[in-house]
């Protein structure tokens, strides 16, 4: 079986790097992290509108380009190499996947469109206080209230939802637990009743919200498919973003391996390069053996979507777990090979040391995927 990447793959690949080249580099990763939004809004109208990666995976029906999920993870782990600050991940991995699985025929139509231009951002408000990404950890509720439901509730770390445009939230009906009673409502941004604060993070280059939601008033038609029973398709694009989550933390762990080699070349120690001292031989030998196992994993997953096979969940926790630990250990690897400078501003390990860390709690930790697995195993 060959797994090389296609011809069609590669040109992806190596276009998307010559845009990431000249609009994410240090000085722009810097300014978009002071920025009100986040991101640098020209830059994501080049993506959105002349690029269309946002279109990537969405189906043709819906104005999308119609290509696989391995092709979305090719894209992914190159933005994740440049540590793009874009509302992609949130409008793509989020949003569109938790539409595509748990949206109705015309929600899709309605909805997708504006995604795959690259008009509308959007994201998923999910986690609450206690940080889990279970059904369980749902307590936002949704009242049905004549023609209409009535939404209550508080949601943390949502990616980007201090400014997306749409913002698509998960509640339960009262006096439900578990996995039934959830439901997905789509609000748009401006809709009363939602207000949203940026949180105070340790890494700048993703910006988390706070979304507090008293007595939303919304209609029937704001919850996507059916009511009560979301948790499903749901629980698939929770499956599906922590695996394009995995690629970008491979790219940011491949990036990490390039600048600890680089610098081990040209830094002088004792009248030679660090890198031809044994020590830092073996710790870069076992960055990139971190690296390699974590893209294998990462791929493996991003064929079990295409393939729509069964054990898509198993897959995504393997990899979210593996790549999860892959990138923070280069990461702490890549500074220590840098040595002091490593953590100084004008440097980058620091960045993506701070992206490895927050990255690696994010969509679940690599303790609670290997417990579900365990778990699916009857361990």
Same mark, same amino acid.
């Given at each position: 079986?060959?797994?090389?990447?296609?011809?069609?793959?590669?040109?992806?690949?190596?276009?998307?790097?010559?845009?990431?080249?000249?609009?994410?580099?240090?000085?722009?990763?810097?300014?978009?992290?002071?920025?009100?939004?986040?991101?640098?809004?020209?830059?994501?109208?080049?993506? #959105?509108?002349?690029?269309?990666?946002? *279109?990537?995976? $969405?189906?043709?029906?819906?104005?999308?380009?119609?290509?696989?999920?391995?092709?979305?993870?090719?894209l992914i782990e190159t933005m994740g190499e440049a540590l793009l600050c874009s509302p992609f991940f949130a409008t793509v991995a989020l949003a569109a996947n938790a539409?595509?699985?748990?949206?109705?025929?015309?929600?899709?139509?309605?909805?997708?469109?504006?995604?795959?231009?690259?008009?509308?951002?959007?994201?998923?408000?999910?986690?609450?206080?206690?940080?889990?990404?279970?059904?369980?950890?749902?307590?936002?509720?949704?009242?049905?209230?004549?023609?209409g439901f009535v939404l209550d509730g508080e949601k943390r770390w949502v990616v980007d939802g201090h400014s997306a445009?749409?913002?698509?939230?998960?509640?339960?009906?009262? #006096?439900?637990? #578990?996995? *039934?009673?959830?439901?997905?409502?789509?609000?748009?941004?401006?809709?009363?009743?939602?207000?949203?604060?940026?949180?105070?993070?340790?890494?700048?280059?993703?910006?988390?919200?706070?979304?507090?939601?008293?007595?939303?008033?919304?209609?029937?038609?704001?919850?996507?498919?059916?009511?009560?029973?979301?948790?499903?398709?749901?629980?698939?694009?929770?499956?599906?973003?922590? $695996?394009?989550?995995?690629?970008?933390?491979?790219?940011?762990?491949?990036?990490?391996?390039?600048?600890?080699?680089?610098?081990?070349?040209?830094?002088?120690?004792?009248?030679?390069? $660090?890198?031809?001292?044994?020590?830092?031989?073996?710790?870069?030998?076992?960055?990139?053996?971190?690296?390699?196992?974590?893209?294998?994993?990462?791929?493996?997953?991003?064929?079990?979507?295409?393939?729509?096979?069964?054990?898509?969940?198993?897959?995504?926790?393997?990899?979210?777990?593996?790549?999860?630990?892959?990138?923070?250990?280069?990461?702490?690897?890549?500074?220590? $090979?840098?040595?002091?400078?490593?953590?100084?501003?004008?440097?980058?390990?620091?960045?993506?040391?701070?992206?490895?860390?927050?990255?690696?709690?994010?969509?679940?930790?690599?303790?609670?995927?290997?417990?579900?697995?365990?778990?699916?195993?009857?361990?």
């Open positions: 079986m060959d797994f090389r990447f296609s011809e069609e793959q590669q040109a992806l690949v190596e276009s998307a790097r010559d845009f990431l080249a000249s609009h994410s580099g240090p000085e722009e990763i810097r300014a978009a992290m002071t920025s009100e939004l986040g991101y640098d809004k020209a830059v994501w109208q080049q993506i #959105g509108t002349e690029l269309g990666w946002p *279109s990537v995976h $969405i189906p043709e029906a819906y104005g999308g380009l119609g290509l696989g999920y391995v092709d979305l993870v090719v539409i595509l699985s748990v949206g109705s025929e015309e929600q899709k139509q309605h909805w997708l469109p504006p995604i795959a231009e690259g008009r509308t951002t959007a994201t998923l408000a999910f986690s609450e206080r206690s940080g889990r990404w279970d059904a369980s950890a749902i307590e936002a509720t949704a009242r049905s209230d004549g023609d445009d749409l913002l698509l939230v998960a509640a339960r009906q009262p #006096g439900t637990s #578990g996995e *039934s009673g959830i439901c997905l409502f789509a609000l748009p941004a401006d809709t009363t009743g939602v207000d949203r604060r940026v949180l105070p993070t340790m890494d700048q280059t993703r910006r988390l919200a706070e979304v507090r939601l008293t007595n939303v008033r919304v209609g029937r038609d704001a919850c996507l498919g059916e009511c009560g029973g979301a948790w499903p398709g749901l629980a698939r694009a929770l499956d599906l973003a922590a $695996i394009a989550l995995a690629a970008e933390q491979v790219g940011g762990a491949q990036r990490c391996l390039d600048m600890a080699v680089a610098y081990a070349k040209e830094r002088q120690q004792f009248g030679r390069p $660090i890198g031809s001292f044994q020590a830092i031989k073996h710790k870069a030998a076992d960055m990139f053996v971190a690296v390699e196992s974590a893209r294998s994993a990462l791929y493996y997953a991003a064929c079990i979507v295409d393939d729509q096979s069964d054990d898509l969940g198993a897959n995504a926790s393997l990899a979210k777990a593996w790549c999860s630990e892959a990138y923070f250990r280069c990461a702490a690897d890549n500074i220590q $090979i840098h040595g002091g400078v490593g953590f100084t501003w004008e440097y980058d390990p620091h960045l993506h040391f701070k992206r490895a860390r927050a990255s690696e709690s994010w969509l679940g930790t690599p303790a609670d995927h290997r417990e579900r697995v365990a778990k699916g195993l009857g361990l």
